[in-house]
Structures are given as C-alpha cells and as structure tokens.
C-alpha cells in the first residue's frame, strides 16, 4: 500500500528557505498516472494548495505564492521536495504532501500525515 | 482564478440526521469537484470525487450531486465518526482551490 513521509526541519527563521521532502514507499513515483503535491494548513484553519509535479516534471504552482516556491522530484530515491523562499510567520503551517491521481479520479487521493513547520527567530 | 465557497461554514447536528453541505464554484468547472473529510489532528481523507464517485472503503450513507458551479456533499444518517470538518476542491484548472471547510459538530 502506497506511503507518503513529510520530513524537514520543524522551524526556520524568518527570511530563509523552508525546505521539506516527501518520501514515497510502497509503490511507485515514476508511473504516469500520478502528479504529485504539496498541500499547507495554518494553525486552525483551511487547506492551500502549494503546488504539484507532474510525472513529466512539469510544475504548477499557486500564483499567491509569488514565486517563492519550487518542486523537485528524484525519482532514483523515491521523493519529491518543496522548496518555500523568504518565509515568513505567514508560512507557519502543517504542510502535507499527497498523490493526486490524474486518471479518472483526478484528485489528492493519498496523503502524508503531515509536518508542522513553524517560522520564528 | 477559482473561489471555492462552502456553506454553511458550521452546523450542528445529531446523530442520525441527515446533513447537507454545499460547495459554489466561481465559475463553471464541469464535474471536476471533489470532497475530503478532515478529522481533528489528523490529515483530510478523499470521501467523492468526480462530484459523485465515492471513493475506495468510504460509507455509502456520503454522497455527491451537482455540476458547473454547484456541488452539495450529503451524509444521509450522521454517524458519530463524521463529526469532522469536510472541505471541497476543484480540479478543473490550477490553481486547484480548496474551499474554506465545513466543520460539523455534535448537537
């Protein structure tokens, strides 16, 4: 059964890089009907979406955003990262990473339990 | 872009009532909605997408109807399980919304 992990560091400091990684077991990262995600939830409230990957590498990003992110995926280890530039206290949110199957359900239908990263000095 | 709305943004509700949640589009996004439960503490779960397909292991009592810019999520008899928080998404077109979140409490 397909896994997804968040792993990265649980606070940074205002003005740096959050950087995070989502590895993906039990199936795998390379199969055409699959893009892959990252999904943010502040503290008590609602769900953004951060942006996906597809299986081709093409990205798709929130404009909200404003080009402060970027998607990899290495698929020789299994894992796709996001990287999220110039953070600030508006960043601090559980981030999670999640399939999105591009076949006929066309939605986030697996997802990863999800990591708290919190932006302060 | 496209704004998910849901309403209500709350209800309460006893065990055993049936429950409708809706979901508006900005503009018309076919049948590309789908709906997620999000217990406390925990990551939000696929229930039905494609409007109306229910997802793998999901209760038939949830459902979905709906089509260009209105979409309604039904729990036909509420069970204890389902108080949770309930958000809807587009997958039209990126950027792919979520709606704000519908949280149902007991009554």
């Known amino acids: 059964q397909l896994q997804l992990r968040e792993s990265g560091p649980g606070l940074v400091k205002p003005s740096e890089t959050l950087s995070l990684t989502c590895t993906v077991s039990?199936?795998?990262?390379?199969?055409?009907?699959?893009?892959w995600g990252w999904i943010r939830q502040p503290p008590g409230k609602g769900l953004d979406w951060i942006g996906t990957i597809s299986h081709f590498a093409t990205t798709y990003y929130n404009p909200s955003l404003k080009g402060r992110v970027t998607i990899s995926v290495d698929t020789s280890k299994s894992q796709f990262s996001l990287k999220l530039s110039s953070v600030t206290a508006a960043d601090t949110a559980i981030y999670y990473c999640?399939?999105?199957?591009?076949?006929?359900?066309?939605?986030?239908?697996?997802w990863g339990q999800g990591t708290l990263v919190t932006v302060s000095s | 872009d496209i704004q998910m709305t849901q309403s209500p943004s709350s209800l309460s509700a006893l065990v055993g009532d049936r429950v409708t949640i809706t979901c508006r589009a900005s503009q018309s996004i076919g049948m590309f909605l789908s709906w997620f439960q999000q217990r406390p503490g925990k990551a939000p779960k696929l229930l039905i997408y494609g409007t109306s397909s229910l997802e793998s292991g999901v209760p038939s009592r949830f459902s979905g109807s709906g089509s260009g810019t209105d979409f309604t999520l039904t729990i036909s008899s509420l069970q204890p399980e389902d108080f949770a928080t309930y958000f809807c998404?587009?997958?039209?077109?990126?950027?792919?919304?979520f709606g704000q979140g519908t949280r149902v409490e007991i009554k």
């Open positions: 998404q587009q997958s039209y077109t990126p950027p792919w919304a």
């Open positions: 999640a399939r999105h199957e591009s076949g006929t359900k066309n939605a986030f239908d697996i």
């Open positions: 039990g199936g795998s990262i390379r199969s055409s009907s699959y893009y």
